[in-house]
Nanobody, 127 residues
Framework: QVQLVESGGGLVQAGGSLRLSCGAS????????VGWFRQAPGKEREFVAA????????YYADSVKGRFTIVIDNAKSTVYLQMNGLKPEETAVYSC????????????????????WGQGTQVTVSS
């Protein structure tokens, strides 16, 4: 059974940092990419970042470039999202998801292209 389990969410002040983790298990993910999405109350799910399982390719939403970093530890089957300079408007439930490798990076921004999802972890940024 495929499982994606997020951790690392919490409450942080504006300008602060958090590191989210996404542990993957239940299948071989070598032909997959892992993405992070966030969803605030009353808003649509929003792409944040993605990384191929090899770690060779990374993708970021423009809004987080330069502040967030996605990395993978293949030995631990875990993807990390380091978030620096957090803003109150980034308060949301952050979820990780796994997608088969896609031919175009655009696909990684689309939630419908992901096969597996975690339950999410709450990130709250206070002003």
């Amino acid at each position: 059974q495929v499982q994606l389990v997020e951790s690392g969410g919490g409450l942080v002040q504006a300008g602060g940092s958090l590191r989210l983790s996404c542990g993957a298990s239940g299948r071989t993910f070598s032909s997959y990419a892992v993405g992070w999405f966030r969803q605030a109350p009353g808003k649509e799910r929003e792409f944040v970042a993605a990384i191929t399982w090899s770690g060779r390719s990374t993708y970021y939403a423009d809004s987080v470039k330069g502040r967030f970093t996605i990395v993978i530890d293949n030995a631990k089957s875990t993807v990390y999202l380091q978030m620096n300079g957090l803003k109150p408007e980034e308060t949301a439930v952050y979820s990780c998801a796994a997608s088969p490798i896609r031919p175009f990076s655009y696909y990684y921004t689309q939630p419908s292209k992901y096969d597996y999802w975690g339950q999410g972890t709450q990130v709250t940024v206070s002003s």
